[in-house]
């Protein structure tokens, strides 16, 4: 062992200055200098005190100062995240696992292009530019991993999984983007998400989370889905603050992002939050202007003495980037014109005759007929809703069996037919007027039912768009006749027709096989239900009056009711709205039919 030494024995007897101990030193003392404990340190018994700062090895002391210095520098920027680039770089476990991951994505239709999963796809760190869209280009850039490393612990993927975290969400939501209305052009999106933190190319934090929170749920992996609530609390956080100062083409991400938590939340039961980001997203929509997308009407001039300030965006760069925003309004107008019946009002994008609220956006397009550049450059057009309840074709020069037109057109005739009936009153005082506009309804419903394609002649991709808008349709009738089924045989007969067009709806597309279903499909399912219940109830009845041909028998009704609730339970396990519309119906159904 090594013995102590004393500087005394040196050829100086007098301690040289910034020799002494740091603990003699606070206590104002004489120190001798010895090592590795001086001799007032050992005759207070406060050895584990005494440090020297003259060696090369850092003392104890000084790097508990380091560290909090460090943790005051980190707490400074927790606080200010936009006044600084992070000084502090905390170590992460999993950074070696990210920084392998530069595989194509699946089913990727440019081959050059790889994906770059960081941690800042889960965090705060990534800002994008005015595009949505970006151009392709070099893709080969990693990342810097260690600045978002002390946010991502909770959405790191298990690093003893074979198939990375972004690698099975990504292809889990692409797999059912078009049921989740996702109208952002795939190719270009999937090439922006390759782009490393920082490039002005990639998407907002707030849609990149957005997507991986769907796709985990939808992935059904359990590994990931222990991640899914602080997903959701991210995504939320994130687009509190994603509103850039000035319009730009990143609205269009924003209005994505609160499109698919919208669904989310409706999916966990938050209906209020999902009511409050569906009436956001509507309001950005009609602020930036995309409800007049291509209009014939003149800018009006206002007489007002404020000077209005302009939030629409700026020219599209090209057809696809003009097809996103066409396709964003229509995505927004369905869910608004939906949830307005299922909730009640307000509706948002309400198509009035005041100035500047009138929709003249012409009907979605499949994206790749933007791709095309098939889109007449000096097209334009007025009263697109407007035209459609009056029969008329206004919009592009040829068929558009698009299954978003089809969808937008069945949640107009939707809320129209619910908005109606609801001025129904027996004391009306214009009777005649009301007559009219409800045989101009009823009969547009019809004609729109006359022209959606077979399910079974749909793409499979399509399904589940195709027998939303069959339900929605439906749902329209049920709507409008509902009021008057107990007293009018025509309306009873109407309704139960469109119940069971319902049910044959969700036996040709499979129904019970969505692995997404949209939950607006409870409302709709519940109200077929009810239908159905009312008239096997009315058929026991002595003084029930027969409804014309064709009639239901008992046993039928108690097939097509038992189908309904069977797909009812089969999806209430992966919606809250969906489990609140089967208890409803559930409960009638044991109340009435098997009292």
């Given at each position: 062992?090594?013995?102590?030494?004393?500087?005394?024995?040196?050829?100086?007897?007098?301690?040289?200055?910034g020799?002494a101990?740091?603990?003699?030193?606070?206590?104002?003392m004489k120190?001798?200098?010895?090592r590795p404990?001086?001799?007032?340190?050992?005759?207070?018994?406060?050895?584990?005190?005494?440090?020297?700062?003259?060696g090369?090895?850092?003392?104890?002391?000084?790097?508990l100062?380091?560290?909090?210095?460090q943790?005051?520098?980190?707490?400074?920027?927790?606080?200010?995240?936009?006044?600084?680039?992070?000084?502090?770089?905390?170590?992460?476990?999993?950074?070696?696992?990210?920084?392998?991951?530069?595989?194509?994505?699946?089913?990727s239709?440019?081959?050059?292009?790889?994906?770059?999963h960081?941690?800042?796809?889960?965090?705060?760190g990534?800002h994008?530019?005015?595009?949505?869209?970006?151009?392709m280009?070099?893709?080969?850039?990693?990342?810097?991993?260690?600045?978002?490393?002390?946010?991502?612990?909770?959405?790191?993927?298990?690093?003893?999984s074979?198939?990375?975290?972004?690698?099975?969400?990504?292809?889990?939501?692409?797999?059912?983007?078009?049921?989740?209305?996702?109208?952002?052009?795939?190719?270009?999106?999937?090439?922006?998400?390759?782009?490393?933190?920082?490039?002005?190319?990639?998407?907002?934090?707030?849609l990149?989370?957005?997507?991986?929170?769907?796709?985990?749920?939808l992935?059904?992996?359990?590994?990931?889905?222990?991640r899914?609530?602080?997903?959701?609390s991210?995504?939320?956080t994130?687009?509190?603050?994603?509103?850039?100062?000035?319009?730009?083409?990143?609205?269009?991400?924003?209005?994505?992002a609160?499109?698919?938590?919208?669904?989310?939340?409706?999916?966990?039961?938050?209906?209020?939050?999902?009511?409050?980001?569906?009436?956001?997203?509507?309001?950005?929509?009609?602020?930036?202007?995309?409800h007049?997308?291509?209009?014939?009407q003149?800018?009006?001039?206002?007489?007002?003495p404020?000077?209005?300030?302009?939030?629409t965006?700026?020219?599209?760069?090209?057809?696809?980037?003009?097809?996103?925003?066409?396709?964003?309004?229509?995505?927004?107008?369905?869910?608004d014109?939906?949830w307005?019946?299922?909730?009640?009002?307000?509706?948002?994008?309400?198509?009035m005759?005041?100035?500047?609220?009138?929709i003249?956006?012409?009907?979605?397009?499949?994206?790749?007929?933007?791709?095309?550049?098939?889109?007449?450059?000096?097209?334009?057009?007025s009263?697109?809703v407007?035209?459609?309840?009056?029969?008329?074709?206004?919009?592009?020069?040829?068929?558009?069996?698009?299954?978003?037109?089809?969808?937008?057109?069945?949640?107009a005739?939707?809320e129209r037919?619910?908005?109606?009936?609801?001025?129904?009153?027996?004391?009306?005082?214009?009777?005649?007027?009301?007559?009219?506009?409800?045989?101009?309804?009823?009969?547009?419903?019809?004609e729109?039912?006359?022209?959606?394609?077979?399910?079974?002649?749909?793409p499979?991709?399509?399904?589940?768009?195709?027998?939303?808008?069959?339900c929605?349709?439906?749902?329209?009738?049920?709507?409008?006749?509902?009021?008057?089924?107990?007293?009018n045989?025509?309306?009873?007969?109407?309704c139960?027709?469109?119940?069971?067009?319902?049910?044959?709806?969700n036996q040709?597309?499979?129904?019970?096989?969505?692995?997404?279903?949209?939950?607006?499909?409870?409302?709709?399912?519940?109200?077929?239900?009810?239908?159905?219940?009312?008239?096997?109830?009315a058929?026991?009845?002595?003084h029930?009056?027969?409804?014309?041909?064709?009639?239901?028998?008992d046993t039928?009704?108690r097939?097509?009711?038992?189908?309904?609730?069977?797909?009812?339970?089969?999806?209430?396990?992966?919606?809250?709205l969906?489990?609140?519309?089967?208890?409803?119906?559930?409960?009638?159904h044991?109340s009435?039919?098997?009292?």
């Amino acid at each position: 062992m090594e013995s102590p030494t004393s500087p005394r024995a040196s050829s100086s007897s007098t301690l040289q200055r910034g020799k002494a101990c740091l603990n003699c030193r606070r206590r104002k003392m004489k120190c001798d200098g010895t090592r590795p404990v001086c001799g007032p340190c050992s005759r207070a018994n406060r050895s584990e005190d005494c440090e020297y700062t003259d060696g090369q090895n850092r003392t104890r002391t000084q790097m508990l100062e380091d560290t909090i210095t460090q943790l005051e520098a980190r707490i400074h920027e927790l606080e200010h995240p936009n006044s600084a680039p992070p000084s502090v770089m905390l170590h992460d476990p999993h950074s070696a696992f990210y920084q392998t991951q530069h595989s194509p994505l699946p089913g990727s239709e440019h081959p050059s292009a790889t994906v770059v999963h960081s941690q800042a796809e889960f965090s705060h760190g990534s800002h994008s530019s005015a595009s949505s869209s970006p151009p392709m280009g070099d893709t080969t850039m990693t990342p810097s991993l260690d600045r978002y490393s002390d946010q991502i612990s909770v959405a790191a993927p298990n690093p003893r999984s074979s198939t990375p975290m972004a690698w099975i969400t990504l292809d889990s939501f692409f797999q059912h983007a078009p049921a989740l209305h996702f109208f952002l052009h795939h190719a270009r999106f999937r090439h922006s998400v390759s782009l490393p933190p920082g490039n002005p190319g990639r998407p907002i934090p707030a849609l990149i989370n957005a997507i991986y929170l769907w796709g985990l749920v939808l992935s059904k992996n359990k590994d990931l889905l222990q991640r899914e609530s602080i997903l959701a609390s991210r995504v939320a956080t994130l687009l509190g603050n994603a509103i850039p100062a000035t319009p730009s083409h990143q609205i269009l991400q924003i209005i994505q992002a609160k499109l698919l938590l919208v669904d989310y939340f409706f999916r966990i039961g938050h209906f209020l939050a999902g009511r409050h980001e569906a009436y956001s997203a509507s309001c950005l929509a009609v602020a930036c202007g995309l409800h007049k997308i291509r209009t014939a009407q003149p800018t009006p001039a206002f007489t007002s003495p404020v000077d209005q300030i302009d939030l629409t965006l700026q020219e599209p760069r090209d057809q696809i980037e003009e097809g996103e925003r066409i396709n964003a309004f229509w995505a927004v107008f369905l869910m608004d014109r939906c949830w307005a019946v299922a909730f009640g009002p307000p509706l948002v994008i309400s198509d009035m005759d005041a100035p500047g609220m009138q929709i003249d956006t012409p009907w979605p397009l499949e994206m790749v007929t933007y791709e095309r550049g098939q889109i007449y450059p000096n097209l334009r057009t007025s009263g697109t809703v407007r035209s459609f309840f009056s029969g008329m074709n206004n919009g592009w020069p040829w068929e558009n069996h698009n299954p978003l037109t089809q969808l937008s057109k069945a949640a107009a005739l939707f809320e129209r037919a619910a908005r109606l009936a609801g001025t129904w009153r027996p004391e009306i005082q214009n009777i005649g007027s009301f007559y009219a506009d409800f045989v101009a309804v009823d009969q547009r419903i019809d004609e729109f039912k006359s022209q959606i394609a077979p399910i079974e002649r749909v793409p499979g991709h399509d399904v589940p768009l195709v027998h939303l808008a069959y339900c929605l349709s439906s749902g329209a009738t049920i709507q409008l006749h509902a009021t008057f089924s107990s007293q009018n045989t025509a309306s009873r007969a109407k309704c139960l027709s469109a119940a069971m067009a319902m049910v044959r709806a969700n036996q040709a597309a499979h129904a019970h096989e969505f692995i997404y279903t949209n939950a607006i499909l409870g409302s709709l399912w519940a109200a077929s239900g009810r239908v159905i219940i009312n008239e096997i109830v009315a058929l026991r009845s002595f003084h029930a009056e027969p409804i014309p041909s064709p009639q239901q028998g008992d046993t039928e009704l108690r097939t097509a009711l038992e189908q309904i609730q069977s797909v009812m339970s089969v999806t209430a396990s992966n919606s809250a709205l969906m489990s609140v519309s089967f208890t409803l119906t559930f409960v009638l159904h044991h109340s009435y039919v098997h009292p």
